[in-house]
């Protein structure tokens, strides 16, 4: 039977390099693929989505889902269900689980036990080094056959210049973007907080920026002798988005990702101690608030990302410089950009491209777009929907966000992946 959702407002791509659709229109879905997209569609089963918006389902090119090893904090199929409910639909897990994901048959297990589970499109992304130790290469060819779209060593940056140089060629080998976490720790010094006043009048130790543009800056150079595909993870400083920028417009193939997180929120959060304020890399200025939305709008940042990174309840608990950096972000992320929309700070259709296609682009996805033909993954956003954050709230396992409390307008009421419900808020389809 075929399924029409009708009196929607169609938004984002129609194919992988096609252009953006707004349009009021009817979407019909057959045997898990979209056949047409029109008006006044008739016939199946009829879903009245009068006054909401349909959406490509959400990628998220950046998220800690735990399992193997942590699953305490989060597993695969929380995790999978938490972005079903934000409305994501394919998720990229990072590799930093026990035992890292650095060979083939880790790979194989998260990707098995994500078909079995059946709520997102989770696609790993493989270790860059053995045990994320900055050394000696894992087998990245093993683990593309495997099913790994990127490599990555987690939140750890590959610190030595001619261990990054031969993993980018390597890389470039199979055609592998390379996700560096940009973080000189020796000019981090051990901070846990933006460098700035605040630092100082609070009391903790300042974490500077230049930690992050300097390794970027260093980066960009070796990207630039070895042509291998580059991915900044989180930015957070204004100085890196100049960086970007300025390699961008060289021809560098490099892509960049920012939260959502560090798009709403500035180390103000982390006034009161609060360990669910602690991030990495931590919450910047509101200079440098305004330069990551600035990089989102013209493109020099592709993608805002969830940063998904679920802590037990003993990691939040305690004084903020000894919390362990992170906070939840697959149930949130929509709704923070639909404020920046809403305040007039970011345009919708580049909110949706830097939410669906432009992650989809930059990691090679076959995700992000509402084409006649394709996969029937999308969401169905009330953008008045109203809601505060809290842990009933939210359904994975993990609810720690600086968010707690806080009012928030936007919300996925229904996600599909293949056709197949994977989230239904109002119970439209039951």
Same mark, same amino acid.
């Given at each position: ?10 938004l ?17 879905i057959?045997?898990g693929?979209?056949v047409?997209?029109?008006a ?5 089963r ?31 199929a929380?995790?999978a269900?938490?972005?079903?409910h ?5 998720i ?12 083939? @048959? ?7 036990r ?9 696609r ?5 080094t053995?045990?994320l130790?900055?050394e ?17 060593d ?9 261990v ?12 592998l973007?390379l #996700? ?10 051990g ?8 630092a ?5 130790r ?9 390794? #970027? ?14 991915? #900044?993870a989180? #930015?957070?400083?204004?100085? @890196?988005v ?13 892509t ?6 560090h ?5 103000a959060a982390c ?14 200025s ?7 939305l ?8 592709d993608a ?26 697959l ?15 970011l345009?919708?259709?580049?909110a ?6 432009a ?21 169905v ?28 307008v ?5 996600t599909?992946?293949a056709?197949?419900? @994977?989230?239904?808020?109002?119970e439209?389809?039951?």
């Amino acid at each position: 039977m075929d399924l029409v959702l009708r009196g929607g407002r169609v938004l984002g791509a129609a194919g992988p390099a096609g252009p953006a659709r707004d349009v009021a229109a009817d979407v019909r879905i057959r045997d898990g693929r979209i056949v047409e997209i029109a008006a006044g569609l008739r016939g199946g089963r009829e879903v009245a989505v009068t006054d909401l918006w349909v959406l490509p389902g959400l990628v998220d090119l950046h998220c800690h889902l735990r399992e193997p090893g942590a699953e305490h904090k989060e597993d695969l199929a929380s995790g999978a269900r938490a972005a079903a409910h934000g409305g994501f639909t394919t998720i990229c897990a990072m590799p930093d689980t026990t035992p890292v994901n650095d060979q083939r @048959t880790v790979t194989e297990l998260i990707v098995r036990r994500a078909a079995e589970i059946g709520l997102a499109r989770i696609r790993p992304i493989g270790a860059i080094t053995r045990g994320l130790a900055g050394e000696r290469f894992a087998d990245m060819a093993d683990m593309k056959d495997g099913g790994i779209v990127a490599v990555a060593d987690g939140d750890r940056a590959v610190a030595d210049a001619a261990v990054l140089r031969r993993a980018l060629e390597y890389a470039r080998t199979f055609d592998l973007p390379l #996700v560096q976490h940009a973080e000189d720790v020796a000019l981090a010094e051990g901070g846990v907080m933006h460098e700035g006043a605040l630092a100082t009048r609070i009391g903790l130790r300042a974490h500077t920026a230049m930690a992050e543009a300097a390794m #970027v800056a260093r980066d960009l150079e070796i990207v630039a002798g070895t042509g291998g595909r580059y991915h #900044v993870a989180h #930015v957070s400083a204004a100085r @890196t988005v100049e960086l970007l920028r300025d390699g961008k417009r060289r021809g560098l193939p490099i892509t960049a990702e920012v939260s959502a997180l560090h798009l709403a929120l500035t180390e103000a959060a982390c006034v009161d101690y609060d360990p669910r304020a602690r991030l990495s890399p931590p919450l910047r200025s509101e200079a440098d608030r305004q330069a990551l939305l600035a990089g989102i709008v013209d493109g020099t940042i592709d993608a805002i990302v969830s940063d998904h990174a679920p802590s037990a309840l003993t990691e939040k608990e305690g004084l903020f410089e000894e919390a362990v950096p992170g906070a939840v972000g697959l149930e949130t992320a929509l709704a923070v950009v639909l404020g920046l929309v809403a305040a007039g700070h970011l345009p919708l259709a580049r909110a949706v491209d830097a939410l669906t296609a432009a992650p989809a682009r930059a990691f090679a996805l076959d995700a992000g777009a509402l084409a006649i033909g394709g996969a029937a993954d999308l969401c169905v956003v009330d953008p008045g929907r109203a809601w505060t954050v809290g842990a009933s709230e939210l359904v994975g396992k993990s609810k720690h966000t600086p968010l707690t409390g806080q009012a928030l307008v936007g919300r996925a009421v229904l996600t599909l992946l293949a056709g197949a419900i @994977t989230c239904d808020r109002d119970e439209r389809l039951a």
